[in-house]
């Protein structure tokens, strides 16, 4: 059974620095691309980064050098440092593999970023 478990959402204020993390239980973990993803109020989710099995990663324009992704193999973990942030940057955040499987989706963390 998949689970995967998302951590370290809070309130911060704008500019502030935030970092999340997953815990991935997912067989062959370290073969899948992973990414972040995040949903507004009234939004739809969308991709925020992606990183695959070797380090590789990508970003979403609205967070290109601010936000850097990361992955453990060996821990089977996803981070995602995030800074600068924005009140924009409010969401919950849910990690996922890349493209994601409907049926991996976990209970996200919530960022709150306050102006």
């Known amino acids: 059974q998949v689970q995967i478990v998302e951590s370290g959402g809070g309130l911060v204020q704008l500019g502030g620095s935030l970092r999340l993390s997953c815990v991935v239980s997912?067989?062959?973990?370290?073969?899948?691309?992973m990414g972040w993803y995040r949903q507004a109020p009234g939004k739809q989710r969308e991709l925020v980064a992606s990183?695959?099995?070797?380090?590789?990663?990508t970003y979403e324009d609205f967070v290109k050098g601010r936000f850097t992704i990361s992955r453990d193999n060996a821990k089977n973990t996803v981070t995602l440092q995030m800074n600068s942030l924005k009140p924009e940057d409010t969401a919950v955040y849910y990690c996922?593999?890349?493209?994601?499987?409907?049926?991996?989706w976990g209970q996200g963390t919530q960022v709150i970023v306050s102006s």
């Open positions: 996922n593999t890349y493209p994601p499987f409907n049926d991996f």
């Open positions: 990183i695959t099995r070797n380090g590789g990663s």
């Open positions: 997912l067989s062959g973990y370290r073969l899948y691309t």
